[in-house]
C-alpha cells in the first residue's frame, strides 16, 4: 500500500509506536521555533532541564510579536532571550527581521524535515513538505532538550485541488473554502495532505497561506508536497540545495478526501467573531469599512503586497478608512522597497508598520467603537483586536485593498481594474545580518542572562491531590478561545510574570473570574472550570493552562478540547474531562459545589470518573483517555517536576 506525504515524514522521525492514526506516537523534532510571545517561559523551563546546548538540528528564537515595547517589560524579555540564544546555541532573529513563520520559511524550512513551534501557526512550515506542529512552550523546550515529543498519529485527509484560481481570486479564499466545509471544530487529530493538479499554480508563500490557516480548523498541522514549486522558491531563496522531491504514492490511501475546484471559487470573507463563519464578498452588501489591515503570518508575502501596491498606485485610499500595511518580514520589506513599490504605497497614504505581528493579536491598531475592519489576517476571536465592539472580518489581500479604495466592502473583480499576475523574482534579495548566530558567541558559558523584574521563575505545581474538592468557578459555553482564556494584545508583556497575566483570566468574558478563584485558592478549595465544545481553540500559549493552575484550577470539564490546549493542560497539572452525557452540561451551573473522589487514585489505576455536584445533590461520569505518559505527568503534578 502506498504512502501519504504525512506518513513518509513521520515514519522517518518516530522514535516510538508505528503509523497508526489515533495511537500514540514519539516523534523526534530537527527544528524548533519560538516567538518571543511564549519564548521567555519556554527558555525558563528549558533552563530549569540544565542542559547546556540545544540538541536539534536547529532552534531559532524570534523576537517579532511584541515589538512595541510600550514600558520596559518586552525589552526585558527580548534582552533574556538574546541571552539565552549566545549560551545555548540558538540561532536569534532580532526585532524588525519579521514574524517568525515568514523568516522560517525563507530562510531555515526544509522539505522532509520535523519542526515544532511554540506558536499554533507553526504548521505553516507544511508549505515546504514539513510536518511542522505547533505546542506549548514546555513541549518545545523539552524538544530543545533532546526529548521526544508525543502526540496521537494523525489521521490524514486529502484536499484534492482541481482546476486554477481566477483573477482576483486567492489562496486566502482556498483557505475560507477550507474553513466553510471543516469549520473550527472537531478536526483533532487530523492532518490536511493537499494534492492535486491545482497546486500547479500555487507557489510556496500561497501555500503558506493555506498551511497556516489549517491552524483554524484545528488540525495538527497541513502538509504540501515538496515539488518544482518548492524548488524555485528554494532557489529564489539562495538555498536549492535544501531542496528535495516528497509526493505521496499514486496508491496512497486517505481517511477521506475533499475535492476543491479552484476555478469556481469567489472571494470570501469570514465574518465576526469566528474564523469559520464564512460568505462571499459579494453578499456583504457593500457595507462601510473604517479600517483596514493588510500583514500577519497568513497573507504578507512579497506576491501579496504587490498585488496591493498595483491596486493602490496613483490612488489615495479612502477618507473614511485607515489602511495599515505590516511585511511579513525585512526580506519582503527589502524587495518591496528595491522593486520601487514601497513609493505607491506611501503615496497611496497606506500606514507602513514594523515586520511584525502587531496589530494581528492586539498590539494597536484597534479598531473604532463598533468598527468594521477588513484583516488578511486569521483570527477574527470576540476582543482580540483590542475593541470589544470591533467587527473583524478576514479576507484576502485583494479584497483588503478594494476596501481600501472604495470604503466599502466590495468583491474586487467589481473594481474593473486591469490584472496581471504577480511573478516571484527569480531570486530574492537576501540578507541575514539581523540573525545573532551560535557562532558569534565565542565563550557561551560565559554570557550572563539579564533577568528584568517582570521576569519571573518558571511555574511551579503540585502533584494531584488525593481528591479535587471545591466548585464550578465559571460556566462558559462553545469554542472558548485561548484570547478568552489569557487575553494578548496590551496584556503580552505580563507573559514572564505569572502571579500578574493570571490576575487577567477570563476577563473578555469574566472580569470578577481571577479574584473569585484566587479567594477559593486561599481557602484551600480547588477550582473546577466548566465549559461546551471545543475548548481552547486558537493559540498554542501555555498561559492558558499555567494561569488557571496558578489560580487553583484543577479539572476542565467540557464537551470537547482542542489539541494543544488539552496537551498544555496535562503539561501543567490539570485534568482535562470530557462530560459522557452532554445533558449534563445543561444541568450544571456556576458556583455549584464539586467533588471529584479519589482522584489520584483513578488516575494512577483507571476506572471511572465520578463528579459529585454536591449543590444538586447529584452525580456523573467524565471520560478521560490518557496514555500512560499522561497519567505519570498528571500525577507529577506536570512535565516540568517530572523533567526535573
Ligand atoms: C496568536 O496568533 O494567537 C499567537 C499570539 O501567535 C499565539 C502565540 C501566543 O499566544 O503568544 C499562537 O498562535 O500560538
Ligand atoms: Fe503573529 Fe498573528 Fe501570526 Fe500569531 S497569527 S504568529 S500573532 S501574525
Not at 546555541?89 to 524535515?113: D, M, Q, T, W, Y
Request: glycine share 10%.
Amino acid at each position: 500500500m502506498g504512502k501519504t506525504i504525512t506518513e513518509k515524514i513521520i515514519e522517518r522521525h518516530l522514535v516510538a509506536g508505528r503509523f497508526i492514526p489515533g495511537a500514540e506516537i514519539a516523534l523526534r523534532f530537527d527544528q524548533t521555533l519560538t516567538p518571543d510571545s511564549t519564548g521567555t517561559m519556554a527558555y525558563l523551563q528549558f533552563e530549569a532541564m540544565n542542559v547546556p546546548r540545544v540538541r536539534t538540528e536547529l532552534s531559532v528564537s524570534y523576537i517579532d510579536h511584541n515589538t512595541l515595547q510600550m514600558g520596559y517589560e518586552n525589552a526585558d524579555d527580548h534582552a533574556y532571550l538574546t541571552g539565552i540564544a549566545r549560551k545555548h546555541g540558538i540561532i536569534l532573529s532580532r526585532a524588525g527581521n519579521g514574524i517568525c513563520h515568514h523568516v522560517h520559511l525563507e530562510r531555515f524550512g526544509k522539505p522532509g524535515k520535523t519542526l515544532i513551534g511554540a506558536d499554533s501557526h507553526t504548521p505553516t512550515g507544511g508549505a515546504l513538505g514539513m510536518i511542522a506542529i505547533g505546542a506549548g512552550g514546555l513541549d518545545v523546550a523539552l524538544a530543545m532538550a533532546g526529548e521526544p515529543f508525543h502526540i496521537a498519529c494523525p489521521q490524514v485527509i486529502r484536499i484534492n485541488l482541481t482546476g486554477r484560481l481566477r483573477p482576483w481570486v486567492s489562496a486566502k479564499d482556498i483557505i475560507l473554502k477550507v474553513l466553510e466545509i471543516f469549520t473550527t471544530k472537531g478536526n483533532v487529530g487530523c492532518v490536511f495532505e493537499y494534492g492535486g493538479e491545482g497546486l500547479a499554480t500555487l507557489t510556496v508563500p500561497e501555500r503558506g497561506t493555506i498551511a497556516n490557516m489549517g491552524t483554524e480548523c484545528g488540525v495538527t498541522t497541513s502538509v504540501f508536497p515538496s515539488d518544482e514549486m518548492t524548488r524555485l522558491f528554494l532557489r529564489a531563496q539562495r538555498r536549492e540545495e535544501d531542496w528535495c522531491e516528497i509526493q505521496a504514492d499514486p496508491d496512497a490511501v486517505y481517511q477521506r478526501t475533499v475535492e476543491i475546484n479552484l476555478s469556481e471559487l469567489v472571494p470570501l470573507t469570514a465574518k465576526p467573531h469566528s474564523p469559520d463563519q464564512i460568505a462571499a464578498v459579494r453578499e456583504m452588501g457593500g457595507i462601510p469599512v473604517q479600517q483596514v489591515c493588510i500583514g500577519s503570518c497568513t497573507n504578507s508575502s512579497y506576491k501579496d503586497l504587490v498585488t496591493v501596491a498595483r491596486m493602490l498606485k496613483g490612488k489615495v485610499v479612502h477618507p473614511d478608512v485607515s489602511l495599515v500595511v505590516a511585511p511579513g518580514s525585512r526580506q519582503i520589506l527589502l524587495n518591496l522597497e528595491q522593486d520601487g513599490y514601497i513609493a505607491d504605497y506611501l503615496a497611496s497614504g497606506a500606514r507602513l508598520m514594523e515586520t511584525a505581528c502587531g496589530f494581528c493579536v492586539g498590539i494597536g491598531q484597534s479598531p473604532p467603537t463598533n468598527g468594521v475592519s477588513l484583516r488578511t489576517s486569521n483570527r477574527n476571536f470576540f476582543g482580540r483586536s483590542g475593541t470589544q465592539t470591533g467587527n473583524i472580518y478576514l479576507v484576502s489581500p485583494e479584497t483588503a485593498a478594494a476596501a481600501a479604495l472604495t470604503g466599502r466592502f466590495i468583491d474586487p473583480r467589481d473594481l474593473g481594474l486591469p490584472y496581471a499576475e504577480v511573478e516571484t523574482p527569480e531570486f530574492f534579495h537576501v540578507d541575514d545580518r539581523m540573525f545573532l548566530r551560535p557562532e558569534e558567541t565565542p565563550d557561551p558559558a560565559a554570557v550572563e542572562i539579564v533577568r528584568g523584574p517582570n521576569i519571573g521563575l518558571p511555574p511551579q505545581s503540585d502533584p494531584l491531590p488525593e481528591a479535587i474538592r471545591g466548585e464550578v468557578a465559571i460556566k462558559l459555553g462553545d469554542k472558548i478561545t485561548t484570547d478568552h482564556i489569557t487575553p494578548a494584545g496590551e496584556l503580552l508583556k505580563y507573559r514572564s510574570n505569572i502571579p500578574r497575566y493570571a490576575g487577567f483570566v477570563f476577563r473578555p468574558v469574566d472580569e470578577t473570574f481571577a479574584e473569585r478563584a484566587q479567594k477559593n485558592r486561599d481557602a484551600g478549595r480547588h477550582n473546577v472550570i466548566v465549559a461546551g465544545l471545543s475548548y481552547g481553540q486558537g493559540s498554542s500559549r501555555e498561559h492558558a493552562a499555567i494561569c488557571p493552575m496558578f489560580l487553583g484550577v484543577k479539572a476542565v470539564i467540557a464537551r470537547s478540547f482542542e489539541r494543544i490546549h488539552s496537551a498544555n493542560l496535562i503539561n501543567f497539572g490539570i485534568i482535562p474531562l470530557v462530560f459522557s452525557d452532554a445533558d449534563v452540561y445543561e444541568r450544571i451551573a456556576q458556583g455549584d459545589g464539586i467533588e471529584i473522589p479519589s482522584i489520584r487514585k483513578v488516575i494512577l489505576g483507571g476506572g471511572k470518573i465520578v463528579v459529585r455536584n454536591l449543590t444538586q445533590g447529584n452525580q456523573f461520569e467524565c471520560l478521560c483517555e490518557l496514555t500512560e505518559r499522561q497519567r505519570t505527568l498528571l500525577l507529577a503534578g506536570g512535565a516540568l517536576n517530572l523533567k526535573k
